[in-house]
């Protein structure tokens, strides 16, 4: 079994929630926990940080763990989901879990796998586990994949348990509420631990506190989100909270020095990828992952920083989105173009016409839609891309 028949039996034999939606979502720690115990509880001789949060988790998992390989520290980051490689989501200090481990593990592991009826998240949680323990990793950094309580990483007890920020998202299975969405992010909160919270706010702060004091756990609230590290607005609020939570971890050795440069060498020590990166000038292309209220909402403020003459923005979404209300953040004078990403769940032309009328420039091909676009626009014009992550796999090619 070579890599890439071993990556084609995990999206084909177990279900993979960014392509299938809520038909994968499989909550619940009991699959997983008896899948790491068939793997001989790689998890439990580990030191971990936990992050989970509607909007920035991945990014603040990114800048901690950079920060930490700027101290010196072999740090181990799960997150999700990949852009083109599913290698992307396990990294030992910014290398990517190697196709041979890859193969040996699913080869190894498969029949439980199936008979275990693990999701595609548990699978890939499983296999970052054993690989972090056979490398030795410090610390591992690790991206909640959807809520906190009942998500497979929740079988961790952290040295710490951040959550960056609550807002509207996955309402269908997370609940209709801030507060609701909120008791399900606190989930990850463990017994005399420490948590972080990102960002106040007024409706889950009594929440938190709450849960904190019953798991007789540190609460430490974020009081330098408004300071200024970066150009980029909502990067700010990440930074700020990752500088947060590392000047709040005990037993770590890490300078002033340390967290400047593990903010500056981010994308070096980590592969950050995805958030407002620039993918070519004249004209300047930009790709951004914002795909809720929030995210869209910082869009907008970061549109607003730049100069260009014609604004085009490329949005293809996940079906289910109620996505005029995000449409609605974005600059009135912008030129919108509609496209579907090349998954099952991409929304398509129907679905995007019941939520903003009839009239929409439409292309099903997303490569199709972005030449188009290029072809039209002037040097001094900018182009955005976002909605959702797999339009960049599907655009990056024609670039």
Same mark, same amino acid.
Request: glycine share 6%; proline share 2%; with cysteine.
């Given at each position: 079994m070579n890599y890439k028949e071993s990556i084609d039996w995990i999206l084909e034999k177990l279900p993979f929630y960014q392509e299938k939606g809520n038909e994968a979502y499989k909550p619940g720690l009991e699959r997983i926990s008896s899948f790491l115990e068939v793997l001989s509880n790689p998890h439990k001789s580990l030191k971990f940080i936990h992050v989970a949060g509607t909007n920035g988790k991945g990014s603040t998992c990114h800048y901690i763990s950079s920060i930490l390989q700027e101290s010196g520290y072999s740090v181990g980051? *799960?997150? $999700? /989901?990949? *852009?083109? @490689? %599913?290698?992307?989501?396990i990294r030992t200090n910014n290398k990517k879990i190697t196709k041979s481990y890859v193969n040996e593990f699913i080869r190894s592991n498969k029949e439980i796998a199936e008979d275990l009826s693990l999701s595609f998240f548990e699978l890939s949680f499983g296999l970052a586990a054993k690989y972090f323990h056979d490398n030795k990793i410090d610390v591992g950094i690790i991206e909640v994949g959807l809520g906190g309580r009942l998500d497979a990483t929740n079988v961790i007890n952290p040295l710490m348990s951040i959550i960056t920020n609550i807002s509207l998202d996955h309402t269908d299975l997370l609940g209709e509420t801030i507060k609701e969405i909120a008791l399900e992010k606190s989930g990850i909160i463990?017994?005399? $631990?420490v948590a972080i919270i990102g960002e106040k706010n007024n409706l889950t702060n009594k929440i938190f506190t709450k849960i904190a004091k019953e798991k007789n756990s540190k609460i430490y609230f974020n009081n330098q989100s408004d300071k200024s590290y970066s150009d980029i607005l909502y990067q700010n609020k990440n930074i700020s909270t990752a500088i947060f939570a590392i000047k709040n971890l005990i037993g770590f050795n890490i300078s002033k020095l340390n967290i400047e440069n593990g903010i500056k060498n981010v994308i070096e020590n980590t592969g950050y990828f995805g958030r407002w990166f620039k993918l070519s000038e004249d004209p300047t292309v930009l790709v951004d992952v914002a795909h809720n209220i929030s995210g869209f909402e910082y869009l907008a403020l970061q549109i607003e920083k730049l100069n260009y003459n014609n604004l085009h923005i490329i949005l293809g979404? +996940?079906? =289910?989105? #109620? !996505? #005029?209300e995000l449409i609605d953040f974005? /600059? &009135?004078?912008?030129?919108? %173009? *509609?496209?579907? /990403? &090349?998954?099952?769940?991409?929304?398509?032309?129907?679905?995007?016409?019941?939520?903003? =009328?009839?009239?929409?420039?439409?292309? #099903?091909?997303? =490569? $199709?839609?972005?030449?188009? +676009? #290029?072809?039209?626009? &002037?040097? @001094?014009?900018?182009? !955005?891309?976002? =909605? &959702?992550? *797999?339009? !960049?796999n599907d655009i990056i090619d024609n670039e």
């Amino acid at each position: 079994m070579n890599y890439k028949e071993s990556i084609d039996w995990i999206l084909e034999k177990l279900p993979f929630y960014q392509e299938k939606g809520n038909e994968a979502y499989k909550p619940g720690l009991e699959r997983i926990s008896s899948f790491l115990e068939v793997l001989s509880n790689p998890h439990k001789s580990l030191k971990f940080i936990h992050v989970a949060g509607t909007n920035g988790k991945g990014s603040t998992c990114h800048y901690i763990s950079s920060i930490l390989q700027e101290s010196g520290y072999s740090v181990g980051l *799960f997150t $999700s /989901p990949h *852009f083109f @490689d %599913y290698r992307e989501r396990i990294r030992t200090n910014n290398k990517k879990i190697t196709k041979s481990y890859v193969n040996e593990f699913i080869r190894s592991n498969k029949e439980i796998a199936e008979d275990l009826s693990l999701s595609f998240f548990e699978l890939s949680f499983g296999l970052a586990a054993k690989y972090f323990h056979d490398n030795k990793i410090d610390v591992g950094i690790i991206e909640v994949g959807l809520g906190g309580r009942l998500d497979a990483t929740n079988v961790i007890n952290p040295l710490m348990s951040i959550i960056t920020n609550i807002s509207l998202d996955h309402t269908d299975l997370l609940g209709e509420t801030i507060k609701e969405i909120a008791l399900e992010k606190s989930g990850i909160i463990k017994r005399d $631990s420490v948590a972080i919270i990102g960002e106040k706010n007024n409706l889950t702060n009594k929440i938190f506190t709450k849960i904190a004091k019953e798991k007789n756990s540190k609460i430490y609230f974020n009081n330098q989100s408004d300071k200024s590290y970066s150009d980029i607005l909502y990067q700010n609020k990440n930074i700020s909270t990752a500088i947060f939570a590392i000047k709040n971890l005990i037993g770590f050795n890490i300078s002033k020095l340390n967290i400047e440069n593990g903010i500056k060498n981010v994308i070096e020590n980590t592969g950050y990828f995805g958030r407002w990166f620039k993918l070519s000038e004249d004209p300047t292309v930009l790709v951004d992952v914002a795909h809720n209220i929030s995210g869209f909402e910082y869009l907008a403020l970061q549109i607003e920083k730049l100069n260009y003459n014609n604004l085009h923005i490329i949005l293809g979404f +996940v079906k =289910g989105k #109620k !996505i #005029k209300e995000l449409i609605d953040f974005l /600059p &009135s004078r912008a030129n919108l %173009y *509609f496209t579907q /990403p &090349s998954i099952f769940r991409g929304m398509d032309q129907e679905e995007l016409s019941r939520n903003i =009328g009839k009239n929409f420039n439409f292309d #099903k091909n997303p =490569g $199709s839609q972005f030449l188009k +676009v #290029k072809k039209i626009a &002037s040097k @001094d014009d900018l182009i !955005i891309i976002t =909605g &959702s992550n *797999f339009l !960049i796999n599907d655009i990056i090619d024609n670039e």
